[in-house]
């Protein structure tokens, strides 16, 4: 019987790579990263996904991630860097892409490649000279798993704004399998956008153009056509 390759092969475990444009920092900061860290574990409440293993750095994230279905799989990475995406350029009041491309994601087809690919996820710290073992790196889960401790990221205290403008960008963005970037080329789907916040969730026109990065004079102007 002839071998199928492996993109036939059902899997339900898959290595992710996020990476910032350009190989860019992403995570300036301590609290950015325990930001995304705690929307990690909380969009997995909304979408049928399981985290195994993570490790964050400064221009990049790995996460082997557990998903039944690849549209759930989809679906979590979205919601995840899109709205990491709208806290990053607000905070540090930029414009443009944040990650490159949108995720990188591997499936991993037998056991070896599962502990292999932890192995390589925890690793990552030590290879760059961050640490001298995986286990004193903070912002990965190997102490976590290591010494079967649970913690609830909810705690983590960062100055985030989740009002009704964010949330329905971030819903109009998934509905229309869009990313935050590619809206100020898509003019139609732009001003659709901009009249649903208008109109139907009443933000302004100053609060459109912080979360969606577009200067203020663009949004009024398509909002007046």
Known sequence: MSRYPRSYIKTIYFHVITQGINKNYIFEREEDIKYYIKIMYNLIE????????????????????KAEEIKELSKYMQRLNTKYAIYYNKKYEKVGYVFRDRYKSEGIYSEEQLYSCINYIYNNPVKAGMCNKAEEYPYSNHRKIKNNIVEDYNFIDINENDGICQNVLEKFLIENNLELEYLKANKRKLRELIMILKQKSNCSLREIAEYTNVSRE????????
């Open 46 to 65: 909304k979408q049928k996904v399981e985290i195994v293993a993570y490790c964050i750095m400064n221009n990049h994230a790995h996460m082997l991630i």
């Open 218 to 225: 663009t949004i009024r102007k398509i909002y007046k056509q």
